[in-house]
């Protein structure tokens, strides 16, 4: 059974970083894409971005870019969120997800199969 626990949410103040982690287990962690989405409320949830199995290939929102790095540890089998200069539209519930692929990077919430049960990120203004 695969199973994705992430933490590392909280309040931050706009302009902090803020660094999310997710354990996996289940499986065998490197063999497959790992990904971010978040939900704000209110809103659908939505994709943030996504790294191939062996850390290569990445893909990011265009609201996130440049300023989000998804990155993994596989040894640690932990995946990543590094959120810097974090702004108030970024507060939401984050979760983190994969599916069987290995480096097809894909962004939309039914192309992948399990989740996390999310952490919460509030940016105050």
């Known amino acids: 059974q695969v199973q994705l626990i992430e933490s590392g949410g909280g309040l931050v103040q706009a302009g902090d970083s803020l660094r999310l982690s997710c354990a996996a287990s289940?499986?065998?962690?490197?063999?497959?894409?790992m990904a971010w989405f978040r939900q704000a409320p209110g809103k659908a949830r939505e994709f943030v971005a996504a790294?191939?199995?062996?850390?290569?290939?990445?893909t990011y929102s265009d609201s996130v870019k440049g300023r989000f790095t998804i990155s993994r540890d596989n040894h640690k089998n932990t995946v990543y969120l590094q959120m810097n200069s974090l702004k108030a539209e970024d507060t939401a519930v984050y979760y983190c997800?994969?599916?069987?692929?290995?480096?097809?990077?894909?962004?939309?919430?039914?192309?992948?199969?399990?989740w996390g049960q999310g952490t919460s990120v509030t940016v105050s203004s």
């Open positions: 289940g499986r065998i962690f490197h063999d497959y894409v």
């Open positions: 997800s994969s599916n069987d692929a290995r480096f097809m990077l894909q962004w939309e919430v039914d192309d992948y199969k399990y």
């Open positions: 790294l191939s199995s062996d850390g290569g290939r990445t």
